[in-house]
């Protein structure tokens, strides 16, 4: 036989493209064949008349050989799909309610779905830009050494340790390491200096990554080490940006005073670590000067490419065998750190991949999110299916009308689909119009360091993923009802006027609201912990009063000390002079800046040692006295610094009371002495401070130790002032009281003390605030899909309920009667659901805080307001039950 | 012999009667087509001559034909079919097949 071949297709594309001109010929043909014939029987003598009748008759019936040709072409069922599509068209129009409501459910579920699983794919799923990043693995505790001239007192301690150095070496593990940090440098720009994000990195870091310079060079060898040329290399958008895009390869730029070359400039849209703007070299070892992008410490990221064939496992063991090694020789007075160090690596792991180190915790949120929009998505598609059930079974008297007629069945579930098809596309349509908005809102959730190197975009897989269950829900339950009405009995139907329903629909319907039921009061419970955490997080003791607070930070990395105080106490004075401003102070860390800040380990003077006891270690803080006085932390003993405890007075500080209660629980700590870090002189308590929460609101609580500012001095500042001012205003003038110190002076983080913190809940606020959302959409879907099935239940029974009043029955009888029909669903979806919810808070556990899995109000409240929803739901229905007229009910049949 | 008394084409010889036709003439139109095969068959065989238009679109998009516009005699607007290499294959073998079952046919009727 023939197989049909490229240019038989291409014809029939012409067909397809030319179908007019082609049937114009067609005609035209036809035409001429019956004027030839018509001629031909006059040339034999019929009459003009005749011969024209004879010869139609002779050519057949011409609509019929149109359609044979049409036929041929391929072009019918094209014909038919535009009619079906008209007419599924006509039939939406006409129930605009129906098609909103689907297109409105099928698009929340299409639309939050793609956007959660467009953050994940950023998140989680999408390979690190760099080669072969499955190699990349970061190693936990592994640091830079200091060079003997910058650490001499730690010099003898730090033998018993694994340094880059060491892993260096390990060339059968690695195949390459390198260390990179994130921090922060002022830029001489002319009047307006620039505080820039820089990554410290080491020599070889790019092209470890597998990144490379898109002009210029990598750092050499020589840059790499200690007091090494001074290079940098910039990132594309900060030399397009700031610097104006012009040829500045080996012109130089002036980083905290130093002049630096630039060597190179990295490829659009690299950015790494944390949106990067510009990198210089982490020497290795470290000096003094690697510090200066940072607040007391090297904040680095030790990471290395696995060397070919070696798994992660494999790494990770015989990294942590290395560290025993190492650790059991120290027998000096440090060894009792070890336990602590290598109990710390053995619960993590020495070598984790590195993009899971980058998302870090944000890890389980989204995996949780996830499954709150696949649990939003199924009641979606539930809902849906519902709705389209409910649909075909009032279209079914039509449906078996039109069979009766002569519709072809096939024909008939082909309109059902033309129209669950429409119905599903412009949901998927208008879920790609949502998914952004959403996506907007998680990525306030992304890492920050994943920030940049990987940023969350519309994934359009997961839109694909998300309509095409939504077409398949459609196509599933549009098309299966049509084809039982239409094979039904016509003249039956069309007797009992559709009433006698087919009971399979109607279980389904029945088993569709109870999943539907069961998987909302999932989530309204997961909703319910979430809010319930977040109000305890947020209802935390913080030790403070944020309100009316503003800050500023900024970085005098190379004043000397005497010049830097100066700078502060002008700006201090300034502001103190300002009438409107209540107070002003100075620290070197603000609180929950999200950045973890320095502990170091303290002893009380009195202590008596008993060996096995671990060592508390403390914050380190500097604060000056109008510090504490600004951020309401109460004095609660003694007293506060005043500028009398500067640096030729005899060291003091003031700790926090779980410090106070951790060195002397049974005494009065001011007077006493403590040693700090196991070297310095003793120092003084002059006074004891509330607790205030450093690190997280959500993390617990450390000892702290604040010591003076004008004794320690900071490089590194914090200013704060408290006004009822306008924020706005108030910021103004902490810009303007550092501009008049120190017009060179740049500044970065200027906002209110509110926004420090409302930064530090984003991510929890973030995930409360979308799961809430999917929790609060599920209810509105739930109760539309109760009002639904009763209100279907009370047309289907009108006649019933007309009898049952011409008969006695109260409306108190009969809205009974209407409760019972979904009385049975509603408890049966609840007690699922709840039971599900149990079993299932566990996994959401690790994001609650303070709130038990299993919290009994969360568990009471949630399938309370689902009753009283769908009681809501109920109402309507059963007062148009309750007001059945019992004559119109006789007067219809 | 009345027109009515003339034998219908069987069902699917159609197309190969087309072929046959145009095997041997070197263009024809469709009216052309359909006078060829009732004069090819003595007059026996009728074709219900509408039907030779659908045939004929079939054949075209099968490629075994090439349609061309041109004038009639009378001056009139005709498309001429030609046969294609490809048709001309095809009616070797549709005739061989029709012959393969028409012998077959044959040795049923014919008594033994």
């Known amino acids: 036989m023939h197989r049909p071949n490229v240019l038989e297709m291409m014809r029939r594309v012409r067909y397809l493209v030319f179908r007019g001109r082609y049937s114009a010929d067609l005609e035209e043909e036809m035409r001429l064949h019956i004027a030839l014939r018509e001629a031909k029987l006059v040339e034999r003598g019929a009459a ?54 689907t297109i ?16 994940i794919d950023a998140a989680l799923i999408r390979p690190l830009p760099f080669a072969h990043p499955h190699e990349l693995v970061t190693l936990r505790l592994i640091s830079v050494p200091l060079e003997p001239a910058a650490a001499p007192s730690l010099s003898a301690e730090t033998q018993h340790y694994l340094y880059l150095t060491d892993v260096a070496k390990m060339h059968d593990l690695f ?162 750190y070890d336990e602590r160090t290598l109990r710390e690596l053995a619960a993590g792991h020495a070598v984790r991949p590195l993009q899971r180190s980058l998302v870090g915790d944000a890890r389980r949120a989204f995996v949780i999110l996830s499954g709150a929009a696949i649990l939003l998505l199924l009641i979606a598609c539930a809902n849906v299916a519902s709705m389209l059930l409910s649909d075909a079974a009032a279209r079914r008297p039509e ?35 949502v998914a952004p908005a959403v996506l907007g809102v998680l990525r306030a959730m992304m890492p920050e360091h994943l920030a940049g190197i990987a940023p969350a975009q519309l994934d359009l897989r997961a839109l694909a993923f998300a309509a095409a269950l939504a077409l398949g829900t459609g196509l599933a339950f549009g098309s299966w009802p049509a084809a039982i009405a239409a094979r039904a009995n016509a003249a039956e139907m069309i007797k009992s006027g559709g009433r006698g329903a087919t009971s399979s629909l109607g279980s389904a319907r029945r088993i569709l609201m109870t999943a539907e039921l069961a998987l909302t009061v999932m989530l309204l419970v997961g909703s319910g912990l979430m809010i319930r955490s977040l109000a305890r997080v947020l209802d935390q003791r913080m030790g403070m009063n944020p309100e009316h607070v503003g800050t500023l930070e900024l970085s005098m990395p190379d004043a000397p000390r005497g010049i830097e105080m100066a700078k502060v106490h002008a700006m201090l004075s300034r502001l103190a002079a300002e009438p409107d401003i209540a107070s002003a102070g100075v620290v070197n860390d603000l609180p929950l800046r999200g950045q973890g800040g320095i502990s170091i380990a303290v002893t009380a003077s009195d202590a008596v040692k008993t060996p096995g006891d671990s060592t508390p270690f403390a914050r380190y803080l500097v604060a000056n006295g109008g510090y504490f006085e600004t951020m309401g932390i109460r004095l609660l003993r003694g007293r506060l610094f005043t500028s009398a405890d500067d640096s030729l007075a005899p060291p003091v500080a003031v700790i926090s009371e779980t410090l106070a209660r951790t060195l002397w629980p049974n005494a009065d700590p001011v007077g006493k002495t403590f040693v700090v870090g196991g070297f310095q002189p003793p120092r003084t308590v002059i006074g004891v401070v509330a607790d205030v929460r450093e690190q997280t609101l959500d993390g617990s609580v450390l000892p702290e130790m604040y010591f003076s500012l004008d004794g320690s001095g900071a490089p590194n500042l914090a200013l704060v002032a408290r006004s009822t001012m306008p924020p706005k205003a108030l910021l103004a003038r902490l810009r303007d009281a550092v501009r008049a110190a120190d017009p060179s002076q740049p500044v970065y983080n200027v906002r209110t003390m509110d926004d420090v913190i409302a930064a530090d809940v984003v991510p929890r606020r973030t995930n409360t605030t979308l799961i809430a959302m999917f929790g609060a959409i599920a209810l509105a879907l739930a109760a539309f899909g109760v009002y639904a099935v009763v209100s279907y239940g009370v047309t289907r029974r009108a006649r019933e309920f007309g009898i049952r009043a011409a008969v006695g029955a109260t409306g108190r009888d009969i809205a009974a009667l209407v409760g019972r029909e979904i009385a049975w669903i509603l408890a049966l979806g609840l007690t699922l659901g709840l039971a599900a919810a149990w079993t299932l808070s566990r996994v959401l556990s690790a994001l609650l805080y303070e709130v038990s899995g299993h919290d009994v109000a969360t568990f009471a409240l949630a399938p309370a307001v689902l009753l009283l929803s769908a009681l809501v739901a109920t109402l309507g229905p059963a007062r148009r039950a309750m007001r059945v007229d019992p004559s119109d009910v006789m007067r219809a049949e | 012999m009345s027109p009515d008394a003339r034998e219908e084409i069987l069902p699917g010889t159609l197309d190969m009667l087309i072929l046959k036709t145009l095997a041997a003439r070197h263009e024809l139109h469709g009216f052309g087509i359909a006078e060829a095969i009732e004069t090819g068959s003595g007059d026996v065989l009728r074709v219900e001559e509408g039907s030779l238009y659908p045939a004929l679109q079939r054949l075209l998009i099968k490629g075994w034909l090439r349609g061309e516009w041109g004038k009639t005699a009378e001056n009139r607007r005709a498309r001429y079919y030609r046969l294609t290499a490809a048709g001309r294959k095809q009616l070797e073998a549709e005739v061989a097949s029709y012959r393969r079952v028409s012998l077959a046919i044959e040795r049923i009727l014919s008594p033994a």
Do not use: C
């Open chain 1, 104 to 119: 409105l459910v099928a698009a929340l579920g299409i639309g939050a779905t793609t956007a959660v699983f467009s953050a």
């Open chain 1, 399 to 433: 449906i078996a009308l039109r069979a009766a007629l002569g519709a072809s069945q096939s024909r008939m579930v082909r309109q059902v689909l033309a129209e669950s098809v429409m119905l599903a596309s412009a949901g998927a349509a208008l879920g790609r119009a």
């Open chain 1, 48 to 101: 003009p008349v005749d011969a024209h009748d004879t010869a139609l008759r002779r050519f057949g019936n011409r609509t019929n050989l149109r359609a044979r040709s049409r036929d041929i072409w391929g072009l019918n069922w094209l014909d038919d799909a535009f009619a079906d599509i008209r007419f599924a068209f006509r039939r939406l129009r006409a129930r605009p309610g129906f098609a909103l409501a």
């Open chain 1, 175 to 336: 195949s390459g390491v390198g260390e990179y940090a994130s921090g922060g440098l002022n830029m001489e720009n002319g009047p307006r200096p620039l505080r820039v994000n820089v990554g410290v990195v080491t020599a070889h870091l790019f092209a470890l990554l597998g990144v490379s310079p898109e002009r210029g060079r990598e750092f050499t060898d020589e840059e790499g080490k200690p007091h090494g040329p001074r290079a940098v290399i910039l990132s594309d958008a900060f030399w397009r940006g700031p610097l104006g895009g012009d040829d500045v390869l080996g012109t130089s730029i002036r980083l905290n005073g130093n002049a630096y070359t630039v060597v190179g400039i990295m490829p659009p849209s690299f950015n790494f670590p944390n949106e990067s703007q510009l990198w210089i070299p982490l020497p290795v070892p470290m000096t003094i000067a690697t510090f200066a992008p940072f607040r007391g410490y090297v904040p680095s990221v030790a990471f290395a490419r696995l060397a070919p064939g070696v798994s992660i496992d494999e790494a990770n063991g015989q990294l942590l065998s290395r560290w025993r090694q190492v650790l059991h020789q120290n027998t000096g007075p440090t060894a009792k």
